[in-house]
């Protein structure tokens, strides 16, 4: 097991224009260091090391809550449709990350930290066909912290499912289960 190039990105929590069409163009074919340090130039180099050797390749994003995880995971999936001239390049983040409100809504929740962080992790896995291009995506969630449905420490809420179904409680289509509203002064629901 070999490790490659480590990136340490910090999220300014503003946009930036860094990370446009022109940035991408701009790294790719790129070698490792004739560039500044970016996310683009971690994806260049796994992106070239597939096609040249004929191997799959992994980029692991890790931080702590509100690093910028998704986003980078995001950019990253724009650089390789950007660059392998994807048929499926018209929003291919969009597509593999389609999902989020859902995978949000049920393992997301409020903590200390962040009023949206994310309590699992996610493993997207971006298939290439023989040319390199995108043909497909798949993403897995893992390490659901179960924990959080019976008990969450102060200051922090369950998962956003559970206000989502309660704040429509008194829709006809929600009827059968029988919810309740909920209450601020409510243990359950704070």
């Known amino acids: 097991l070999a490790v490659g190039i480590i990136l340490v990105a910090i999220n300014p929590y503003k946009q930036l224009p860094i990370y446009g069409d022109a940035i991408i163009h701009a790294y790719s074919g790129q070698n490792m260091g004739d560039m500044d340090p970016h996310i683009f130039a971690v994806a260049e180099e796994a992106y070239k090391q597939m096609a040249r050797n004929n ?34 390049n018209a929003h291919v983040e969009d597509k593999v990350l389609a999902s989020n409100p859902i995978t949000e809504a049920v393992g ?3 903590t200390t930290r962040n009023d ?17 291009q995108i043909i497909g995506a ?8 179960k924990s959080r449905v019976v008990f969450q420490s102060e200051n922090e809420r369950n998962y956003h499912i559970f206000y989502q179904l309660c704040a ?10 029988k919810l309740g509203r909920s ?8």
């Open 55 to 88: 191997k799959n390749q992994s980029i692991i994003v890790s931080g702590e809550s509100g690093a910028g995880k998704t986003v980078s995971a995001r950019y990253t999936m724009r650089y390789f449709a950007t660059v392998s001239k994807s048929s499926s």
């Open 108 to 110: 997301n929740a409020k």
């Open 116 to 132: 949206n962080s994310s309590r699992f992790g996610k493993y997207t896995e971006i298939s290439f066909d023989q040319s390199y």
């Open 138 to 145: 798949n993403m897995r969630t893992y390490l659901l912290e």
């Open 168 to 177: 429509s409680a008194m829709q006809p289509e929600y009827e059968h289960l």
């Open 183 to 190: 209450q601020e002064n409510n243990p359950l629901f704070t």
